[in-house]
T-cell receptor
Framework: DADVTQTPRNRITKTGKRIMLECSQTKGHDRMYWYRQDPGLGLRLIYYSFDVKDINKGEISDGYSVSRQAQAKFSLSLESAIPNQTALYFC??????????????FGPGTRLTVL | AQKVTQAQTEISVVEKEDVTLDCVYETRDTTYYLFWYKQPPSGELVFLIRRNSFDEQNEISGRYSWNFQKSTSSFNFTITASQVVDSAVYFCALVGNAGNMLTFGGGTRLMVKP
């Protein structure tokens, strides 16, 4: 089974609709992240959470909100979807060993299309 | 602010050629980590390597090698004897002292033709 799962994998929605993307992990990591990927722009950080009580905005948080329901679950919401939120969304996790920053492990991605 | 630049948006080679993917970064942090990820056509992101700013030793893993040069703020990735399965988008990324934001480059699409 995959360590980081995302649901749904694909979603088509209409402008103005509320949509939630979910992420679950079995890696036991404290840190979780949401990114979006647009062609030619790499991945950009939307929100991140270092533990259940910690939520932080990333580079492009406008129009998004998140909820960290448990150590293993981190959801991303679009309150009122707009077409320029059409993108590939990735969830990621990492741990932190003392002074060493470890790599992030990514989920399979959710392809979201807003019409 | 951090920045990662991958100037090569697309590279096309013929199988068995060597290819180098360039990565140049900017950061004011004295401690930072650099990464390379591979994104094959299936879309997932696969971790390839992590390098911290205090370790300038080059690394080789099979056909893959990485050249970290702090003096030029570069962390280049070379694939020796490329194969069709190497066709993917490759991302270079950086995280600084705070360890919170992984800053990605725009990616380099590598196409290896048989």
């Amino acid at each position: 089974d995959a360590d980081v799962t995302q649901t749904p994998r694909n979603r088509i929605t209409k402008t103005g609709k509320r949509i939630m993307l979910e992420c679950s992990q079995t890696k036991g990591h404290d840190r979780m992240y949401w990114y979006r990927q647009d062609p030619g722009l790499g991945l950009r950080l939307i929100y991140y959470s270092f533990d259940v009580k910690d939520i932080n905005k990333g580079e492009i948080s406008d129009g998004y909100s998140v909820s960290r329901q448990a150590q293993a679950k981190f959801s991303l919401s679009l309150e009122s979807a707009i077409p320029n939120q059409t993108a590939l969304y990735f969830c990621a996790t990492s741990d932190f060993s003392g002074a060493r920053y470890n790599e992030q492990f990514f989920g399979p991605g959710t392809r979201l299309t807003v019409l | 602010a951090q920045k990662v630049t991958q100037a090569q948006t697309e590279i096309s080679v013929v199988e068995k050629e060597d290819v180098t993917l360039d990565c140049v970064y900017e950061t004011r942090d004295t401690t930072y980590y650099l990464f390379w990820y591979k994104q094959p056509p299936s879309g997932e992101l696969v971790f390839l390597i992590r390098r911290n700013s205090f370790d300038e030793q080059n690394e080789i893993s099979g056909r893959y090698s990485w050249n970290f040069q702090k003096s030029t703020s570069s962390f280049n990735f070379t694939i020796t004897a490329s194969q069709v399965v190497d066709s993917a988008v490759y991302f270079c990324a950086l995280v600084g002292n705070a360890g919170n934001m992984l800053t990605f480059g725009g990616g380099t699409r590598l196409m290896v033709k048989p």
